[in-house]
Every structure is written in C-alpha cells, then in structure tokens.
T-cell receptor, first 113, second 117 residues
Framework: AQKVTQAQTEISVVEKEDVTLDCVYE???????LFWYKQPPSGELVFLIR??????QNEISGRYSWNFQKSTSSFNFTITASQVVDSAVYFC??????????FGSGTQLTVLP | GAVVSQHPSWVICKSGTSVKIECRSL??????MFWYRQFPKQSLMLMAT?????????EQGVEKDKFLINHASLTLSTLTVTSAHPEDSSFYIC?????????????FGSGTRLTVV
C-alpha cells in the first residue's frame, strides 16, 4: 500500500523567513514518482515539481528547493525568503506505474507580512 | 502547456437534483481522467478513474450509481452527481493525463465547488 504523510498541518512564518515542508512516503515499488503541488485559496492545483525514484539529485528553482532522500523516504520542500504570496496549502503526492496519485493530507502555510 | 478546462467553477443546487461537471482537455488527448473530491481542509481523495471509451473504476466507498462518470471522447469527461444531498457538498477536481506520451505529468482542472442546499 502507498501512503504519504505530511505531519505538519499548519505552519506560520513571517515574511522573508525560510520554511521547510516535510513529506514522508511509503511504497514497496522501486519505480515511483513524487510530486509537490500548491493549492491557493482559489482551489486550483499548481504543479511545482515531479521527481522519479531514480533521481536523488536535489533541485533548486528560484526560491524553491527540494531534498529527496530515499534512505529516509522523504521528499522535503523548502521555500527560501518566503513571501505572502506563498501562502497556500501544499500537497506532496506519490504515484506508481503511471497510475493515480496518492496525496498527503497537506500543509497549510501562512506567511505573515 | 496542457490545459484542462473544468466547468462550472461553482454551483449551488437544491437537494434531490442532479449536477453535471465537465472537464475538457485542450490540445491533448485525455486517455485517462481521474476525479477527486476534497472536503474543506482535507486532502484530495480519488473517487474514480476512467479511461476513454471504458467504464470508470470507482474507489472503495464511492457509489457508482450516485457519481456517474462518462468519458466517451478523448477530450471530454463528465461527472454527474445524481440526487445530490447536502453531504455531497464538496470541491470536485478532475485530472487528466495523456497516456500516449511517455510523460507522467497530470493536468488538473480548476475545480468545481458544489453546494447542495
């Protein structure tokens, strides 16, 4: 069975602080994909990143960075110098074999001015 | 990039009526469509998976006679909530992928907020 755990339900930071959102996953598959999505108050899901299980290189995109560690089954997401516009719910998700996504419970991030 | 147009974005209906939600893929073939439901402050829960031209596969606990899914073409899938009740009020969102290309990306619709009164 697959499972994605986002232990942080809500996080509040002050603008310009760095924040890390945790994601731990469980799967018995050797081939799988991990995703991060942002869901602003309007509801649509904004794709942030996809990572396959064979690529453990960390990735940086602007203020966003991702740390994938298979040894601990974690795929954490860091926002550097957070901004108010980063306020949203962030979901980590797991997919195996081109099938449906299994989502974590989400982390509500609030960035205060 | 790939776009999925989902309509309506919000709908209010009376208890006992039916509501149809449409998802159209623009510029790509949605060989597979996933339908999710999200209750307030909760995660997205998969309701069903449909492949074009085939009957949808429903997740455990989802009533197939209540949530009718049609995926008759490669660009259109619909979800009909039949005899809606207040407990069906939720955010419904579709996700499409093009199975003809080697790409494990998903394109989500913008979601439909259903309120049953």
């Amino acid at each position: 069975a697959q499972k994605v755990t986002q232990a942080q339900t809500e996080i509040s930071v002050v603008e310009k602080e760095d924040v890390t959102l945790d994601c731990v996953y469980e799967t018995r598959d050797t081939t799988y994909y991990l995703f991060w999505y942002k869901q602003p108050p309007s509801g649509e899901l904004v794709f942030l990143i996809r990572r396959n299980s064979f690529d453990e290189q960390n990735e940086i995109s602007g203020r966003y960075s991702w740390n994938f560690q298979k040894s601990t089954s974690s795929f954490n997401f860091t926002i550097t110098a957070s901004q108010v516009v980063d306020s949203a719910v962030y979901f980590c998700a797991l997919m195996k074999s081109a099938r449906q996504l299994t989502f974590g419970s989400g982390t509500q991030l609030t960035v205060l001015p | 990039g790939a776009v999925v147009s989902q309509h309506p974005s919000w709908v209010i209906c009376k208890s006992g009526t039916s509501v149809k939600i449409e998802c159209r893929s623009l510029d790509f073939q949605a060989t597979t469509m996933f339908w999710y439901r999200q209750f307030p402050k909760q995660s997205l829960m998969l309701m069903a998976t449909s492949n074009e031209g085939s009957k949808a596969t429903y997740e455990q606990g989802v009533e197939k006679d209540k949530f009718l899914i049609n995926h008759a073409s490669l660009t259109l899938s619909t979800l009909t909530v039949t005899s809606a009740h207040p407990e069906d009020s939720s955010f419904y969102i579709c996700s499409a992928r093009d199975g003809t290309v080697r790409d494990y990306g998903y394109t989500f619709g913008s979601g439909t907020r259903l309120t049953v009164v």
